[in-house]
């Protein structure tokens, strides 16, 4: 899965990212929802399948952004 | 970085060098070298030009030779130092400026050995202590009181911490937070790499909160056991923002503290790809990085395990190791040090790929300390250096909150104070030096009185 991002307004829900983007629920990660991620551009972000990144407008929603693995860096091995 | 400059000064000089009854200095050879701080402890070397034999080819070192210290032939070795980021430039303009440089070249530290991965604890927890000025810290009042520090890791354990400190430490389980999908409680997961952080982080700050936010634990779709994914960091620094949200304006105090990172660009998209992270400040993660900083918290990377003597096997980026937010410009890059005050061989060298000059500062890693990982087995990496540089950032906070000294005042106060480990300030090893607590104290001192 991939990262994307939209702009909504102050308090959105998931579905209004989902409607926004042109999405259904089976696209995006609803474990994980939609998140925050700079209140001073209304700009939040959520988790969405590969394929539903790439059916994105680029006019509604930005992305996709990688979501790589994160590892603990210690003890050095 | 240190460097061996090559000259090809009159003869009356080099015969001056080679003779051992006169006294020649750096500055009589290379006086005026623009942008070199020469060394001038260094005296001259003369080095003697490789002649080939008769008919041999001149610009080979495989045929024949003899080597001559004629003072038409010979030339000048002297030392100096040139500042990071400014190498490749100098080097490559130094030349046609001063036509008698013949060559600038690589001084290498010469060690006998590098702590590294794998071997034993040097010092222990104590020491760090006492190098963190601890006591000093907190008779002016610097103990973490009321600071909120945040460990985004494995999850704490804090009846390990509490045992091993031989202290009780608190934690609130309220502001903390734990991803959808993991089972447990903060402050009760099992002993692993979180509980390490979270002693360390402790030390300097013995009276600070610890907040608990496992994201290393997610098994979202994509990860793996002793992993998370970047959107799992997300979440947490969206979370923790409102925890900055909640507190009063005036007294703000949020210290995130980071002892992970990305190894490899094998799940990434390729650099100057607009989704990709390690080189991107527009990445999502780095976006909140930025919202949360502004806000008021100090954020704190380590600056990863990737160093060039003894590096990680699971680092897969081919240089430049510092990437994504454990180089962003709005955060505290850690490297480490051992107790000794040496550069640990692991601690991952800049230029970092968001900011250039990274790590900012280095602090202590492999002491003996939470044991977390066996009785003989230190706290090492840069992530330890992390959290213990953290705990110095919480001791500070205790009474200079975000209004009264704003994020980035603080790394300021932190890079200007600390113990720099070479002649040209900021250097890719060490950053601005390693973190000097009595230097921080007497700073904001200064700072109260003015």
Redesign the interface.
């Known amino acids: 899965?991939?990262?994307v991002?939209v702009r909504l307004p102050p308090e959105a829900t998931l579905a209004q990212a989902i409607e926004r983007l042109g999405l259904s629920e089976d696209d995006v990660?609803t474990?994980?929802?939609l998140?925050?991620?700079?209140?001073?551009q209304d700009?939040y972000?959520l988790?969405v399948t590969e394929a539903a990144a790439r059916r994105i407008d680029p006019a509604m929603g930005?992305?996709?952004?990688?979501?790589?693995?994160?590892?603990?860096?210690?003890?050095?091995? | 970085m240190r460097v061996l400059i090559q000259l090809r000064p009159s003869s009356d000089l080099v015969a001056a060098v080679t003779d051992p009854a006169v006294s020649v200095t750096a500055a009589d050879v290379a006086g005026g070298l623009p942008g070199i701080a020469l060394d001038s402890s260094f005296a001259p070397v003369a080095v003697p030009r490789p002649v080939p034999a008769a008919g041999g080819d001149p610009l080979s070192m495989s045929g024949p030779l003899t080597f001559s210290l004629a003072a038409e032939d010979a030339s000048v070795l002297v030392r100096g130092e040139i500042s990071d980021d400014e190498l490749s430039t100098r080097v490559s303009l130094l030349p046609g400026t001063r036509p008698d440089v013949v060559g600038v070249f690589a001084d290498p530290v010469i060690e006998p050995y590098l702590t590294?991965?794998?071997d034993p604890p040097v010092g222990d927890w104590h020491d760090v202590e006492r190098l963190l000025a601890v006591a000093e810290l907190a008779a002016g009042g610097l103990d973490g009181s009321e600071v909120a520090l945040a460990v985004l890791?494995?999850g704490i354990n804090l009846d390990h911490v509490s045992r091993h400190l031989d202290r009780e430490v608190a934690l609130d389980a309220e502001r903390s937070w734990v991803p959808?999908?993991v089972d447990g409680t903060p402050g009760r997961f099992d002993v692993d790499?979180?509980t390490?952080c979270a002693f360390d982080a402790l030390i300097a700050a013995p009276k600070a909160t610890l907040l608990d936010l496992p994201?290393?634990l997610s098994r979202?779709?994509?990860?793996?056991a002793?992993?998370?994914?970047?959107?799992?960091?997300?979440?947490a620094f969206?979370h923790l923002?409102e925890v900055l949200g909640a507190q009063p304006e005036e007294s703000r105090a949020l210290v995130v503290s980071n002892?992970?990172?990305?190894?490899?660009p094998r799940?990434?998209?390729p650099v100057g790809h607009?989704?990709?992270?390690s080189d991107n400040p527009a990445?999502?993660f780095n976006?909140?990085v930025?919202?949360l900083e502004?806000a008021g918290a100090d954020i704190l990377f380590?600056a990863?395990?990737c160093g060039r003597d003894?590096r990680?096997?699971?680092c897969a980026f081919p240089d430049r190791p510092i990437v994504g937010a454990n180089s962003h410009s709005a955060v505290l890059s850690i490297g480490g040090v051992d107790v000794e005050n040496e550069r640990v061989g692991?601690s991952s060298q800049g230029p970092g790929r968001l900011a250039k000059r990274k790590p900012d500062v280095c602090s202590y890693t492999h002491f003996s300390g939470s044991k977390a990982?066996g009785d003989d087995?230190?706290?090492?990496?840069?992530?330890?250096a992390c959290p213990v540089a953290a705990g110095l950032v919480a001791a500070v906070r205790t009474q200079w909150p975000a209004s009264r000294l704003s994020p980035a005042q603080l790394r300021t106060l932190l890079r200007r104070t600390a113990d720099d480990r070479s002649t040209a300030g900021f250097d890719y090893d060490y950053g601005y030096g390693i973190t000097d607590a009595k230097g921080i104290l007497a700073a904001l001192r200064r700072r109260k009185d003015a």
């Open positions: 899965m991939f990262l991002t990660d474990g994980y929802g998140v925050l991620i700079d209140p001073t700009l972000g988790r930005e992305g996709p952004y990688s979501d790589p693995p994160i590892e603990p860096f210690g003890p050095p091995r | 590294c991965g794998g890791d494995t959808g999908g790499h979180g390490m994201v290393l979202r779709q994509g990860g793996s002793l992993d998370g994914l970047l959107s799992d960091a997300v979440a969206a923002r002892s992970w990172g990305s190894f490899s799940w990434d998209f607009p989704g990709n992270y990445h999502p976006v909140i930025a919202s502004q380590a990863g395990n003894c990680d096997g699971r692991y990982f087995q230190p706290d090492s990496g840069t992530s330890a």
